[in-house]
């Protein structure tokens, strides 16, 4: 073991990996480890997949990666035809990346530079929501409402407007459920009047939130009233997809479910499965073509943006999932995982609410029910529930602070798409040890 602390999962030594297969991994002392969270929601088809793995040394046989400048591929045409079809017609243009941050930051700079290629340089602004989180760049974190990862750099951060979060099991003060979509419509229209519809880009928002809000789907009717809004003020829509989307939500992209289509989204981690890095910023047609029309190029973009071998990895990883009905899969048995997880948690008042779409489920735990009042942030639930579910052999997500101010505990649940309905009990059993154990009296 190496004398280190994994940041936010309390683990003061952590084990040494040296193997995976399928939905587990082997640490170096030969302990098994069930992937129940595919790491952060990335590894959607499982570890040391062969066909997979044979598509990377095929293309690192050939050439690593040709210069995005100087040379197209293979991979990177097929992989964006296949991507471009996946996500709807509607869709034309596609930017790699080699990380969900960076693809969040391209979606951010297409924005700007869209409006400036339709002379409206002033529309710079962003809009996002309380109990986000877009990412790690300067840009992408400035976006996110999680106050805790943004502390160390306030003052180095855009100035972005942020709105309540759309939470069900957390609604803003005296708001009904039949009230909320209405009222967070009203919001979002109210700040866009206020600073100006001719200043503000875009709306950024997760379909489904993931690591500030422990999976936390937007309410029905909430992503078209606020498409609605933009619209009326010529403000993008920005779906941050990242860790929702690429079918992790059981359709490919997660605002399927809505039944709406942003004007640019951000994938990433389930793109190519944690194989190799990559991400994408995919865009309709009517954005490319304004900007492209009007200055000849989308100004974002990296060394190794559409980098050959890991288009090779995501192109290998999208026909497996495409080829075996895995989005199938993950719509089919989502609803059975969470009934499960819920039925085996039911005598465990800690828990508060258990939510999500497919494959990504997102437990929140309470120190009262009633209240839904959580825990002290020194406690450190999630971290607690974390530890002992990597000691009984099961790897989830814990993520603390979706409440604010520190507070707040969730654990998320993100199994492989092609997980087995024994590896999915597995995850089940495993788990709901690791939270009575949490709880039980001292």
Known sequence: MVKTRGIGFGI???????????????????????????????FCIGHANREVNAAIAEQLDKVACGYRYLFTSDAMEQLTQLVLSLSGAQFGHVVYTSS????????????????????????????????SYHGNTLGALSVSGHAERRAPFEGSLLDVSFLSAANVYRP???????????????????????LGADSVAAFIFEP????????????????????????????????????S????????????????????????????????????????????????????????????????????????????????????????????????????????????DVRGRGFFIGVEFVSDRVTKQPFPADRRVSVEVGRRALENGLIC????????????DTAIIAPPFNATDDELAELVAKFSLAVKETFKPR
């Not at 930051?105 to 809009?127: M, T, V």
């Not at 803003?172 to 700040?191: M, Q």
């Not at 999976?215 to 009326?232: D, F, H, I, L, N």
């Not at 989307?245 to 981690?269: N, Q, Y």
Request: proline share 4%.
């Open 172 to 194: 803003p003060a005296r708001i009904s459920d039949t009230e909320l979509v209405g009222y967070l419509a009203d919001e979002l229209d109210s700040k866009i009047r206020t």
């Open 100 to 131: 969900g941050s960076e693809a969040v930051e391209s979606a951010l700079k297409i924005a700007l530079q869209y409006f400036d290629a339709r002379g409206l340089a002033a529309k710079r602004r962003f809009i996002s929501r309380q109990r």
């Open 397 to 408: 997500y814990p993520c603390a602070g979706n409440v604010g101010n520190g507070l707040g």
């Open 208 to 243: 489904v939130v993931g690591a500030a809000g422990g999976v936390v789907p937007a309410p029905p009717g909430y992503a078209r009233a606020v498409q609605e809004v933009c619209k009326r003020h010529d403000v993008l829509v920005i779906a941050d997809e990242v860790m």
């Open 245 to 352: 989307g690429v079918g992790r939500c059981g359709t490919w992209r997660a605002l399927e479910h809505d039944g709406i289509s942003p004007d640019i989204m951000a994938v990433a981690k389930g793109l190519a499965g944690g194989y190799i890095p990559l991400g994408a910023t995919i865009f309709k047609h009517d954005v490319g073509r304004t900007i492209l029309e009007a200055q000849g190029g989308i100004m974002t973009g990296h060394t190794y943006s559409g980098h050959t071998a890991a288009c090779a990895a995501g192109l290998a990883v999208q026909r497996i999932i495409e080829r075996e009905s895995l989005v199938a899969r993950v719509r089919d048995r989502g609803e059975a995982l969470k009934s499960a997880l819920r039925e085996s948690l039911d005598g465990c008042e800690e828990v508060g």
């Open 12 to 42: 003061e030594n952590l084990p040494r990996i040296v193997r995976g297969e399928g939905s587990y991994l082997f640490d170096d002392a030969g302990r098994r480890y069930l992937d129940g969270s595919g790491g952060p929601a990335a």
